[in-house]
């Protein structure tokens, strides 16, 4: 079946520090990507989706890039801040399905 | 905008007793909502879609007699847990895609935390 694979945490960096969060797949056919942000005390928000091979989604400073070829979708970003702190979700859906299937969640703490 | 909100925000029940959770979306309406359970340090499950005026579509393994899912209105959904257990304590999230939207958002509820004595 479906799945979604993504680096265990929890993830501590320091502020400005370099981001990288793994994100695998399986799917049958062509999935939609999407990474979600979870902040303290909130619901699951979008923050980037890609649809298509080789897309890259950004938002916010974060990107991610849909590679086929690795079944990935790794998200990153320059320079990290305090506020990014939250927990991160990797998802996909299969075309023309509502469903979202959701990898573990990393969380993320940033030190000042 | 888009904003859902989920009542009671965390419950503790004695076990036997049912708990009702409550999914509303705030400032659009909703056809289609969305049931997920998370355990510790796992994944967001899905356990079923609610549509409303009609049944709800479970997963397959989770136990509609036991989770009830009543979607009354295109602005409410609750989820009942009847005779709940230890083993339901869990984390339970909501999610609603707005009518007209893309068929992939959903606007996710804050969440609600169940334990079960």
């Known amino acids: 079946g479906d799945s979604v694979t993504q680096m265990e945490g929890p993830v501590t960096l320091s502020e400005e520090a370099f981001l990288t969060i793994n994100c695998t797949y399986t799917a049958t056919g062509y999935p939609s990507l999407f990474w979600y942000v979870q902040y303290p005390g909130e619901g699951l928000q979008l923050l980037l989706k890609?649809?298509?091979?080789?897309d890259k989604g950004s938002n916010k400073g974060f990107e991610a890039t849909y590679r086929k070829e690795t079944t990935s979708f790794h998200l990153e970003k320059g320079s990290v801040q305090v506020s990014d702190s939250a927990v991160y979700f990797c998802a996909l859906s299969v075309k023309g399905a509502q469903k979202l299937v959701f990898g573990q969640g990393t969380r993320l703490t940033i030190n000042p | 905008g888009a904003v859902v909100s989920q009542h009671p925000s965390w419950v503790i029940c004695k076990s036997g007793t049912s708990v009702k959770i409550e999914c509303r979306s705030l400032?659009?309406?909703?056809?289609?909502m969305f049931w997920y359970r998370q355990f510790p340090k796992q994944s967001l499950m899905l356990m079923a879609t609610s549509n409303e005026g009609s049944k709800a579509t479970y997963e397959q393994g989770v136990e509609k007699d036991k989770f009830l899912i009543n979607h009354a209105s295109l602005t409410l959904s609750t989820l009942t847990v009847t005779s709940a257990h230890p083993e339901d304590s869990s984390f339970y999230i909501c999610?609603?895609?707005?009518?007209?939207?893309?068929?992939?958002?959903?606007?996710f509820g804050p969440g609600t935390r169940l334990l079960v004595l």
């Open positions: 999610s609603a895609c707005p009518i007209g939207g893309a068929r992939e958002t959903q606007y």
């Open positions: 890609a649809t298509k091979a080789d």
């Open positions: 400032d659009f309406q909703a056809t289609t």
